[in-house]
């Protein structure tokens, strides 16, 4: 990486959700999160697993930077 080029100072997730089919009638929104610049998905079932996967993309993304 050019060492001479500041670090990015905004990064760009997408966000899929969908609705998973569990059998006997049960469903649950599952998600997917993807960071723009790296490629790099994580999948979450759950607000919380979301926010701790963003964090961790973040964290990622700051010591590629």
Not at 18 to 43: A, C, N, P
Request: proline share 5%; hydrophobic share 40%; charged share 25%.
């Amino acid at each position: 990486m050019d060492k001479d080029r500041p670090p990015h100072r905004s990064q760009l997730f997408t966000v899929r959700l969908w609705l998973e089919e569990l059998g006997e009638g049960q469903v649950e929104w599952r998600g997917q999160v993807q960071h723009v610049l790296s490629g790099e998905v994580r999948y979450f079932h759950d607000w919380p697993a979301l926010l701790t996967q963003l964090q961790a993309l973040l964290a990622e993304a700051q010591t590629k930077d």
